[in-house]
């Protein structure tokens, strides 16, 4: 079941051996191993990854935030970033740079050096280095057991349909996000389309929770990037176990869900393989629960396996591994992968 | 005289104060400040840095060399690398990464993490790491001093002469280089165009050089990947000093200044603002110099300036910042750019 590029790296990682490659596949790399330094890199390039027009001042965070969502699933403090930038003719660098460094200061990141190259295409690469939390240790998707409680720390699916939104025309402009008119009313969706827009375009990472979650006898996790259940399925597998989840903890509220609806879109689908949460997936032993604050909600169970199953009103089924695959194409999906949310995302998509 | 790259770079260093900018602008970055590591990344996109049709294997090597240089001009011990890969439909993964674990291998370099996504254009950006030589210094472009000895590390414009021919459609394929039909004769000729076609597409990054500078009292260095003049001028305005160089140091051998002049090209302007060069220009007290297994050769001195000049048969001339700007267009480009080097490589070129 698994996906191009889980092959590609499952196969690189036995290439690498001997080459560092043991730590290959995972949110990021333990520099020396074992050691103090988590280092992690994330790639955003204009039409890929997000629609031509974007605001340089919103690409920068955009690709800050995802990328910290990394040292956030590992426990790692945040230090170091280089930047590898290409741009277009006439890109502004100027917001982009002032963006990027007013978000490394608010997390206490140092912009240390990058690389500045003409491209026809926006593409901007991002390498951060993290501290190990004092006292705490390092967070990986290999620390599941059986009988752990499974959480999310945060709703997933809302990120995939504020992308669905911008495609359609939605836009973020200064303090304001635009919809286009068929989500402008009722004012109830028009809100939560609101908010998923901003959720899309300005992930929050959850440094906090991966701070805590570091200062654990025992946790694993990693952040859903490519789509929960493909993300569940690279933690069970690391962690050498089964799983099982609850369709009705991924429930949407009544008005997000009447807005995918309108979109065509299934909220169950959307949860499980929209991708871009940019929220933790973690496992914690059965009876420990993470504070409050961080508004976490358990969705399951690591099992002694075999697989990974979900519970929904129909009973339990097999859960795919569906989400993105960076390799995949439209055409050349495999099984378990989504072919609309692999193929890349549209300058001019059909209307809604 | 500032290209429009050097011009923002300096803006940056100043709005990224506090936020790590100190370090923006030189080779590789020192992490904490001052401290044991050193990081660096590059960019390779097909079209702009390469054209398109490279096999994977070369794209793999030339883009750890021109890394490895980088960290070659600072004296650092490879030791770490991470990965951000874009890759169109097709694109043999697997070779690409066999050539580069491979090569990371020979280097003892350690790739310990990466990103992979789809682009329309391939686009390759690796981070290193690099540790400082035990007992060793940094090596930095603001240790030069007035009367220190002007050093280069190895021929430059001969890349550029390669560059110059694959865009006439010479070829690397398997162990030999083809060349199109007016370069290959007479014989002098064609062994001079082979070796420059190898010299661009497989740098030699200058790592045992910048360990023996790692090594001195005082060196300054950088590398020469933009152009010999644009670098010269870097070295020197980070130093606080100026510089005189000799035409007649520059010179090319008999074979490569005819194929020079065949292909349209002013050996002396190749020499000076051709660029990829990855051979290391460094400053030495005088007196000092290399060992000879280095094949080192100086090319004039530092001077307490002000400004840059260049000693020819024709008298001395103020030497213009020459070389690749990497933020100017063909149109824009300023009164010291070299708008051929600027333009992107053309998938196309027109017939020698």
């Known amino acids: 079941m698994a996906s191009g590029e889980d092959e590609l790296i499952a196969w690189l990682r036995r290439a690498a051996r001997g080459a560092g490659g043991e730590a290959i596949g995972d949110d990021a790399a333990f520099l020396p191993p074992g050691g103090p330094w988590a280092v992690t890199v994330d790639t955003q390039i204009e039409g890929v990854h997000f629609l031509p027009g974007l605001a340089p001042e919103r690409l920068a965070r955009r690709l800050l935030a995802v990328n910290l969502s990394d040292l956030a699933a590992v426990g790692a403090e945040p230090r170091w970033a280089v930047l590898a930038l290409a741009v277009p003719p006439g890109f502004a660098c100027r917001p982009f740079f002032r963006a990027l460094l007013k978000a490394c200061r608010g997390h206490g990141l140092r912009l240390v050096g990058g690389d500045l190259a003409r491209g026809e295409r926006l593409s901007a690469v991002l390498t951060l280095a993290g501290e190990r939390v004092p006292g705490g240790r390092w967070v990986t998707r290999t620390?599941?057991?059986?009988?752990?409680?499974?959480?999310?720390?945060?709703?997933?699916?809302?990120?995939?349909?504020?992308?669905?939104?911008?495609?359609?025309?939605?836009?973020?402009?200064?303090?304001?996000?635009?919809?286009?008119?068929?989500?402008?009313?009722?004012?109830?969706?028009?809100?939560?389309?609101?908010?998923?827009?901003?959720?899309?375009?300005?992930?929050?990472?959850?440094?906090?929770?991966?701070?805590?979650?570091?200062?654990?006898?025992?946790?694993?996790?990693?952040?859903?990037?490519?789509?929960?259940?493909?993300?569940?399925?690279?933690?069970?597998?690391?962690?050498?176990?089964?799983?099982?989840?609850?369709?009705?903890?991924?429930?949407?509220?009544?008005?997000?869900?009447?807005?995918?609806?309108?979109?065509?879109?299934?909220?169950?689908?959307?949860?499980?393989?929209?991708?871009?949460?940019?929220?933790?997936?973690?496992?914690?032993?059965?009876?420990?629960?993470?504070?409050?604050?961080?508004?976490?909600?358990?969705?399951?169970?690591?099992?002694?396996?075999?697989?990974?199953?979900?519970?929904?009103?129909?009973?339990?089924?097999?859960?795919?591994?569906?989400?993105?695959?960076?390799?995949?194409?439209?055409?050349?999906?495999?099984?378990?992968?989504?072919?609309?949310?692999?193929?890349?995302?549209?300058?001019?998509?059909?209307?809604?």
């Open 143 to 352: 620390g599941g057991r059986a009988g752990d409680g499974l959480w999310l720390g945060g709703r997933v699916g809302e990120s995939a349909l504020g992308r669905h939104l911008l495609a359609r025309g939605a836009a973020w402009e200064g303090r304001g996000v635009t919809l286009p008119p068929p989500f402008e009313a009722p004012r109830s969706l028009a809100a939560a389309a609101r908010r998923a827009v901003r959720r899309h375009l300005a992930p929050k990472p959850q440094l906090e929770l991966g701070r805590w979650l570091a200062g654990r006898p025992r946790a694993a996790a990693l952040d859903v990037s490519d789509g929960l259940a493909i993300d569940l399925h690279r933690l069970c597998r690391q962690s050498g176990v089964g799983g099982r989840i609850e369709a009705r903890a991924l429930a949407f509220p009544a008005a997000l869900d009447a807005l995918a609806r309108r979109l065509g879109q299934s909220p169950l689908d959307l949860a499980l393989a929209g991708g871009e949460d940019y929220v933790l997936l973690f496992a914690l032993p059965a009876g420990e629960q993470p504070p409050p604050a961080f508004h976490s909600f358990q969705i399951g169970e690591l099992t002694s396996g075999p697989g990974l199953l979900i519970e929904g009103e129909d009973g339990i089924e097999a859960l795919a591994a569906r989400g993105w695959d960076h390799l995949a194409t439209g055409t050349e999906a495999g099984a378990g992968s989504q072919p609309r949310a692999n193929a890349p995302i549209q300058k001019n998509p059909p209307p809604a």
